[in-house]
């Protein structure tokens, strides 16, 4: 008998929508500090996401200009409306600005609906978030090798 997640969907199925290189996940409802909630899309950055226990991921905003006030440039990625699925504005994604999952905690959200998968990043947005997370002076080394596994 196969395990379901939210919505009747077999685990090893949203495994392989949301566990993938590029893959990437509309999360509701979540809120940061002095914002409201509101959804969010997130994007994982794992070269290997399928084997790892834990998932860096990045998240978009519209929120430009504030991102440009704050961040250097190197560090930014912006994505305008059409270049990726996933993506309903232009966005801004601040490499900076990264979290880090465990994946149970993942797969719980699945299970509860708080998590639904969104299309897999196209290979030349992804090679740009890579890039700038790789110029990200705050993401921790054991982190950065789940993106870049020969450091």
Known sequence: MMEHLGNGIPKEFIAKLIFVEGGSFLKNNHQFQNEPPKDRRYFILNKD???DNTIVTV???TQKEKRKA????????EIGNGECSAITQNSIIDCESWKVWPKTQLIDLVNDGTIESLDTLPPEILAKLRIAIGNSKTLYPIDKRLIFPDL
């Not at 961040?71 to 930014?76: A, D, M, P, Y």
């Open 70 to 77: 704050v961040r250097s440039e190197n560090v930014l990625v």
């Open 49 to 51: 996401p399928q084997n």
């Open 59 to 61: 998240h978009a905003t």
